[in-house]
């Protein structure tokens, strides 16, 4: 028996995709290649094949950028995973992001869970969330709020200011979680199926701490933080830090609660 011929089916990606400005493409479900737009936003489940080069990069659902990303602004409030490096004027995660090399902005806000394989460059960084950085934090200004497990392998910057946020959080956003922050207590789990995506990120009811080998700054005021060693002008080290060796210029503040082995003044 002759089977009937089954139509051509549409492509999916192209379907949603339709009616695109070619220099400011909303991705709902598909790919469009890398190179220069004026903007470039991913609203549902999308990738980038390839470097970009835009003014402004927002994902709000679930993207993959394949290569490298050079933008004025980049916000993240759903799920973001970019396989190279990101160089921006502005840098703004609510949601999860991974970049798997260097992250380099002049301003950097994190609020969400956001990984870094390589080193952070910022002139002014704000964290509300959890981060992994594989590599160094600098900044002139870093001021980091604890509400989840936070890492740098070392960080360096002008005022340096670590405080105790007010305990575990969790919410959800729109996106696939390509972004974990594997030395804490931060869960993410995410899904896209169908067209249907979703990510929750929790950080699993325990206190939020910092965890690095060095921190060097002018004025350096820490709290819950794990250090090898401290060196600054004018340190405070707050509650429930544990720190081997705090050296210090000018002035030095130590909490009763804090454990400091060794203090030297240079």
Known sequence: ?????????????????????????????????????????????????????????????????????????????????????????????????????????????????????EDVDADDFASRGAFDISGRLRAETIDIELNGECFAQAIRGGDVSVKQGRGSSSYTTAGVAVASVARGGVAIAGHAQGGSVGVSISSGGTPGTLETESIEGTSVELEATKAKTVTGKDVKIGADCEIETVRYAKSIEVHSSAKVKTQVKV
């Open 1 to 117: 028996m002759k089977m009937p011929k089954m139509p051509n089916m549409p492509d999916m990606g192209a379907f949603f995709n339709a009616g695109q400005d070619k220099e400011n493409p909303r991705i709902i479900a598909g790919n469009i290649k890398g190179g220069r737009y004026q903007s470039v936003t991913i609203t549902g489940a999308g990738n980038v094949d390839g470097d970009v080069d835009v003014e402004r990069l927002e994902v709000t659902g679930a993207g993959r950028i394949a290569g490298n990303v050079k933008a004025d602004e980049v916000q993240v409030s759903g799920s973001a995973e970019i396989s190279g490096g990101v160089e921006a004027k502005r840098f703004v995660a609510a949601g999860s992001a991974k970049v798997a090399r260097r992250l380099k902005a002049e301003e950097v806000r994190l609020s969400g869970a956001v990984s870094v394989g």
